[in-house]
């Protein structure tokens, strides 16, 4: 088991750190990770929780750089495939999955056939090693995606991409910074900064209703997402903004028909409609709108859904999508470069930054690269462990498979989902199911979460809120299942089994919103529960 937060924050106290990590995101948690592999002393620190923000709210694709190809950007595009296959094949084995995208062509739509052909044709050539890429006729399309849209059909494409459990990989890579020896602490906002270049300096950190601490590191990064600027402000009042926000939105709704692949409908602003098959729900996505509020309260408006409806009704049937049909809406914020260019054509480019008093900021890119952007920012920490940055290419814990899944006598769906979430950690989910007298029944009978997942997340993975286990150590918000009783106990166990993090949004969680409607979604920072079930 992971060293518990009262010792977590003792070590914080006391110690001195080398390097402290400001964010952790999937950017963050990687910097961690490769830091501590290569024998630094690291911290890891999060205002909320672990991939509590930008990282769980993405498109949940681990993808070949297909629509970089219309910008022009094929460097972006070979890495991409790259890391791709790495994240498949050795980094998080069956936490990434392949999935094969239809690209349509429908008649009158922004990007016809000769497009769709000439895309699928320069794909093709650059992918490499497992990157498929072909025309299919129609009947072949209908079968990968029965609800497909066939009406006005006049080609189709596909291509290979993969998909992931996004907040789960975080999860998988703080846990190897852990094991590595990484201090990590979530809900442990940074409110002070007084670094001297070169030198280090004082890192306040207020965790909770814990006594405020002050951490000193040789180095700090700043990989805190959207709130990159508010960070470096800390160091520097003045600083001039690096990044400039904009949001991006998912919807879930239920899919009857078994899909075996994504759709990706080109639009004519440069961005695509996504239909994505996902955890046994339909994701559809996404919105690229400029945000200049406050992170912390971006949200899903109603103009903002119908719009994503809107644009699925290019691909697909409009019963399957009445907005009384949507489980949960996801808002998100990427940290795109500061410009004047509309965002949804702005370079995906990430950016790192380095101020007088030595602070490292990180931002931007997309989490199928975040490998080598973690390596990126490390390449500025003066050490000569770091003198030769490849990226670790080893197995992350809690991915791959577990021999004891078959015998466990699971349902298929509760076995594969357990298998999926935790990998090679299945066999302590069963574990400490066997010493609880619910741990394999299941959460909410419509969803294949169990009882034993809510302890494990608390025990094993930091889980301090009813919204951490909920949202991102179960599958439970997303599938819109989560109610006002389900709610409670889960409240209870955060409380009953933290030791040390009790006081953490405890009273929050114990009046959560479980409202019916799924208007009240994932938000960056949410420390109250707030999903709908139907």
Known sequence: MPMQRPETLERLRHGQVELLVIGGGIIGARIAFEAARRGLGVALVDAGDFGGATSSASSKLVHGGFRYLPMGDIALVRQSQRERTMLLESVAPNLVRPMPFLLPAYRGAAKGPGSIAAGILLYKSLAGRGGRAALISQTTARRLVPSLRSDDLRMCGVFEEAETIDARLVLATVKGAA???????????????????????????????????????????????????????????????????????????????????????????????????????????????????????????????????????????????????????????????????????????????????????????????????????????????????????????????????????????????????????????????????????????????????????????????????????????VRGLLNERIAARLAAIAYSRGRGAAGIGAAKDRRADSSDSPRAAQRPGDHAVRAGSR
Not at 339 to 351: F, P, S, T
Not at 413 to 423: K, S
């Open 179 to 477: 094991q590595a020896g990484a201090l990590v602490l979530n809900h442990a906002r940074v409110t002070g900064l007084d670094l001297h270049h070169n030198r280090g300096g004082a890192v306040a950190i207020h965790a909770g209703d814990d006594a405020p601490i002050e951490v000193h590191a040789r180095y700090v990064i700043n990989a805190a997402g959207p709130w990159v600027d508010h960070v470096r402000r800390l160091d520097e009042a003045a600083a001039a903004p690096l990044v400039r926000l904009s949001k991006g939105i998912h919807l879930l709704l239920p899919l009857e028909d078994e899909w075996k692949a994504g759709v990706a409908l080109p639009l004519g602003d440069g961005r695509v409609s996504l239909g994505i098959p996902w955890q046994g729900m339909l994701m559809l996505g996404t919105t690229d709108t400029l945000f200049t509020g406050d992170p912390s309260r971006v949200e899903v408006t109603q103009a903002d859904a119908r719009t994503v409806l809107d644009e699925a009704s290019g691909f697909l049937p409009s019963e399957m999508l009445a907005p009384e049909r949507v489980k949960f809406e996801i808002a998100g914020l990427r940290a795109l470069p500061a410009g004047d260019c509309d965002v949804a054509n702005a370079r995906r480019e990430h950016m790192v930054d380095v101020s007088r008093g030595g602070l490292i900021s990180v931002a931007g890119g997309k989490l199928t690269t975040h490998r080598l952007i973690a390596l990126h920012a490390l390449s500025r920490v003066l050490d000569g462990r770091l003198g030769l940055l490849v990226p670790d290419s080893s197995r992350l814990p809690g991915t791959g498979w577990s021999p004891r899944i078959a015998g466990a006598g699971l349902d298929f769906d509760v076995a594969d989902h357990i298998e999926r979430l935790y990998g090679d950690e299945a066999g302590r989910v069963l574990d400490l199911a066997a010493r609880m007298p619910d741990g394999l029944v299941r959460i909410h009978p419509r969803g294949p979460d169990v009882w034993a997942q809510a302890a494990y997340a608390v025990e094993a993975e930091w889980a301090c809120t009813a919204a951490d286990i909920a949202r991102r150590r179960t599958t439970l918000a």
